[in-house]
């Protein structure tokens, strides 16, 4: 996802407009540019700044650590929280107040493996968590129960039959022990087809525990096997890819 986009999805979220009959100074934004709106609604709000040589890059990938900075402009945090993740210290110093308040908030809690991956480009499933989860909070609304360690990964449907090149989609579903949906964790995804993989990527559940797959299916009949992971938990599912049936030929005309 790149910093145009990320703005963009937060102005939605957040209801962020304005700055109309004002320039932006980034001399990489120009008027034409479909994100110019944004980014310029983005600067009135006062939530982004930029870089220090007057550019804001918004086709480069956004960090972990600069969506949590660019989301922490837009709330009101009072509490404060240490970062425990094993990798804090790859955290700029810059970023660290940022990452403080969404950890704060609860918006944030990080990887299973208790890391923050803050140099990581933000997927658009991270960032829709991320994001939503920053609305929650700033509209007041009490945060659930922590859930527990995440304990069930389910993958839905188990088999299903597609035509060839169609999109096929399938739900991972991470609960706790209690059937508490787990949100905000990275679901790695693999396809396997023909004893190779042929796909990998990597998807957060939301709100309610869940983690949507979607990719294209081959040109040729062929049976995929879809595995869904997370640390020692993993589920699988079947896609059987085949060919649509041949058209039959019409029917005779009835008599007048």
Known sequence: ?????FVALVNGAFNVKGGEGKATDFRDVREDDWFYSSVRAAVAAGYIKGYLDGTFR??????????????SGLLEVKEDAPLNFRDAGQIGEWARAGVVKLVASKVITGYPDNTFRSLRSIT?????????????????????????????LKLEPEKQEKYLEETVTLTATLTDRDGHAVPG??????????????LDNQVATDNDGKAVFQYKGPAEPATDTVQAKLGNLSATATVEWVRKAAGGGGGGGGGG
């Open 1 to 5: 996802m790149t910093r145009a986009e």
């Open 58 to 71: 918004p086709n480069q990938a956004i960090t972990r650590q600069e969506a949590a900075v660019l989301l």
């Open 124 to 152: 658009r499933g991270e960032a829709v968590v991320m994001i939503s989860q920053a609305v929650a909070f700033k509209e007041g609304q009490v945060p659930p129960e922590k859930p527990g360690e995440p304990a069930v």
């Open 185 to 198: 964790k990275s679901v790695a995804f693999q396809v396997q087809r023909g004893g190779k993989t042929v």
